[in-house]
Structures are given as structure tokens and as C-alpha cells.
């Protein structure tokens, strides 16, 4: 019998010749939910894997009909698929932590350089031709000396500690499971919670999963918080930052906002646009990316590979790594 697998977005192409040479036959689309519904009621996979294209109820309802069994989140958040639904169905969903975590650090601290020294805004005036030395005299505080705090403590948060250390920082942490012991071990100051953190920090950078305690945890009062002028990072999720409250602190605080990621996010089509009201706080952020995080070769043949021994290990043995809703 075929051992089917489908992913609905660019995979690879290390991970493909790892899945075909494992002998499963893939098809492999770049889908939006109306094209994934059809493929899924087509190919009939076993295996489903995606990145960012959505997965619902009624892409599980079809996928369970026939042959459906495992859906991967090629990446680390799985919030874009319905994943309580789809363990009611009996499919596992699996996710791939930490595969990608150097990638979105990497960025993170872009964005950090980014944003304190006005590269993109910089950059801009000189592709208009200007050498515009004297607008750009005094374009940013300096990193080294500051305090970093980072909210989260997973693979990505400790990899931004780490830079932030090495670029002669002082980091801050806030996660619940963040011990004395653990802090102290890694170096780190423990802040009791985010408010805490954002009192104290020169550069926010955000590392959270997106879930119910977490939903808008950098809002209004943490915004109220924040030092005046303060970098404000997040590659996380979209949702963990309220938005309007964000832009009510560039507004008044002079927040100094680097984005990837963002409540609502437009769909990853090719040439997608960000909705207006979105494009509008874009303008106001020092730098916005359209959640490119993950987006390096590295990154991509190593989560895409670990997805293809997922796939392995489902089809040998009928178990699941990373399951994320047993
Ligand atoms: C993640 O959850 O790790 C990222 O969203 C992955 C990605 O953008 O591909």
C-alpha cells in the first residue's frame, strides 16, 4: 500500500529526496485553504505537512474521512492548525521545537542592530542617493552596557540571551519556569513577571508561544511600563502583542518597535498585502518583516528533514515524535 504525504507549503528539497528516498510518494503544493481542502480530498495523504498555511476543522474532517493519521507544523508554534480538534479526530499532530530556533534568533538580533541604529531608514536615504552623514549623527543608543529582556526561556530565548551577553548586555528574563537556580546558572536576572521586565529593560524581545496566557500578555499596561524610547522586538507570534496597544506606544512613548509577526497576519501568498490598518502601524515600526524568522536555507533543510523522520517514524513503528496534542 502507498505510504502517502502531503505538504501544503515549499518543503526542502533536502527533505524531499530524504522523503522519496524512504520510498513515500509526496506531492508537494503551496497551497492556501481553499487549494488544500481539494488536494487533501485528492492526494488522500496519510501524513500532512505544513507551514504556514492553516489547517481546520474541515480540512480534518476531509483528511480523516480516508487515510489522514499525522499532521507536522514544520516549524515550532502549531496555534495555525486546529490541533484539540484533530486529537478528538485521532490524528496526532507534531511539531518540530528548537529546528529552526538559531534562524529566528539570528533575526532577532537583526532586528535589535536594526532597529537601535536606523539601518533600514539609513539604507532608504542612500538608495535615494543622499550620503546623509548629519541626519544619521546620533542614530541610536548602543547596545553594549544596555539591559535585555527577554520574555521566554525555550531554544530561541536562550539563543538571544546568549548574543545579548556576548554583545556586552544585560539580560533580563521573565518565564514562568525560569528557577532562581536556572537563572543564576545561566547567568541571567530573573524578572518576576513581564511588567517587571519591561520596567527595567532598554530592548524587549519577545519569545512566547501564542496560547491562553500569553494571548495580548504586551499590552496596554505592559506598554505603560516599558521605558520611554525602548526597543521593542518580536519574532514570536502574532497575538502575543496587542497591536493597537503597541502603536499607541510608538505614538506617545516613542516605542521603537522591529516586527515579524502579527495578529491576523495576512495569508503567505505571493504578493499578499498587508490589510490597511496593519500597513499603516508598519510605517510607524522602525523595521517589519513578514515572518521571515525561519526563513534561512539551514533552517528549512533542518526542520524539513526532522519532518521527514516524523514521517519515518509514523510509517515504521505507528508512533509519533513531538506529538503536541496526545
Ligand atoms: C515557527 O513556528 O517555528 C515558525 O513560525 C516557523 C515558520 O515561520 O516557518
Known amino acids: 500500500m502507498s505510504k502517502i504525504v502531503f505538504s501544503a507549503d515549499d518543503m526542502h528539497p533536502a527533505a524531499q529526496a530524504k522523503i522519496h528516498e524512504l520510498g513515500y510518494d509526496l506531492t508537494v503544493i503551496n497551497c492556501d485553504d481553499e487549494v488544500l481542502l481539494e488536494n487533501i480530498i485528492k492526494i488522500k495523504p496519510h501524513v500532512l505537512i505544513v507551514r504556514s498555511t492553516k489547517v481546520l476543522e474541515k480540512h480534518i474532517d476531509a483528511g480523516v474521512k480516508d487515510n489522514l493519521k499525522v499532521i507536522i507544523r514544520a516549524g515550532s508554534g502549531y496555534n495555525t492548525i486546529k490541533f484539540e480538534y484533530a486529537g478528538e479526530k485521532g490524528v496526532a499532530v507534531?511539531?518540530?521545537?528548537?529546528?529552526?530556533?538559531?534562524?529566528?534568533?539570528?533575526?532577532?538580533?537583526?532586528?535589535?542592530?536594526?532597529?537601535?541604529?536606523?539601518?533600514?531608514?539609513?539604507?532608504?536615504?542612500?538608495?535615494?542617493?543622499?550620503?546623509?552623514?548629519?541626519?544619521?549623527?546620533?542614530?541610536?543608543?548602543?547596545?553594549?552596557?544596555?539591559?535585555?529582556?527577554?520574555?521566554?526561556?525555550?531554544?530561541?530565548?536562550?539563543?538571544?540571551?546568549?548574543?545579548?551577553?556576548?554583545?556586552?548586555?544585560?539580560?533580563?528574563?521573565?518565564?514562568r519556569s525560569l528557577t532562581d537556580e536556572l537563572a543564576a546558572e545561566l547567568g541571567v536576572v530573573k524578572a518576576e513577571n513581564a511588567?517587571?521586565?519591561?520596567?527595567?529593560?532598554?530592548?524587549?524581545?519577545?519569545?512566547?508561544?501564542l496560547k491562553e496566557g500569553t494571548k495580548h500578555l504586551c499590552g496596554e499596561e505592559f506598554f505603560a511600563a516599558a521605558k520611554e524610547g525602548a526597543i521593542f522586538i518580536d519574532v514570536s507570534r502574532g497575538g502575543v502583542t496587542d497591536l493597537k496597544a503597541l502603536e499607541k506606544a510608538i505614538d506617545t512613548k516613542g516605542i521603537r518597535a522591529a516586527l515579524d509577526v502579527y495578529e491576523g497576519e495576512p495569508k503567505p501568498t505571493k504578493g499578499a498585502m498587508f490589510p490597511e490598518d496593519l500597513a499603516a502601524l508598519c510605517k510607524k515600526c522602525i523595521v517589519a518583516t513578514p515572518h521571515v524568522g525561519a526563513s534561512t536555507d539551514e533552517a528549512q533543510a533542518t526542520t524539513g528533514l526532522f519532518c521527514a523522520e516524523i514521517t519515518q517514524e509514523f510509517f515504521e513503528k505507528g508512533t509519533f515524535l513531538c506529538q503536541v496534542n496526545k
Open 195 to 209: 511588567i517587571e521586565l519591561a520596567k527595567v529593560s532598554d530592548v524587549i524581545s519577545v519569545h512566547l508561544p
Open 94 to 175: 507534531c511539531n518540530c521545537p528548537g529546528k529552526n530556533a538559531a534562524a529566528v534568533a539570528e533575526l532577532a538580533v537583526g532586528l535589535m542592530i536594526a532597529a537601535d541604529r536606523q539601518i533600514p531608514a539609513a539604507h532608504f536615504a542612500s538608495l535615494e542617493g543622499k550620503f546623509d552623514k548629519k541626519s544619521f549623527s546620533k542614530c541610536g543608543m548602543g547596545i553594549c552596557g544596555k539591559t535585555l529582556g527577554v520574555l521566554g526561556k525555550g531554544h530561541i530565548a536562550q539563543r538571544v540571551w546568549a548574543a545579548g551577553k556576548a554583545l556586552g548586555m544585560k539580560v533580563v528574563c521573565c518565564s
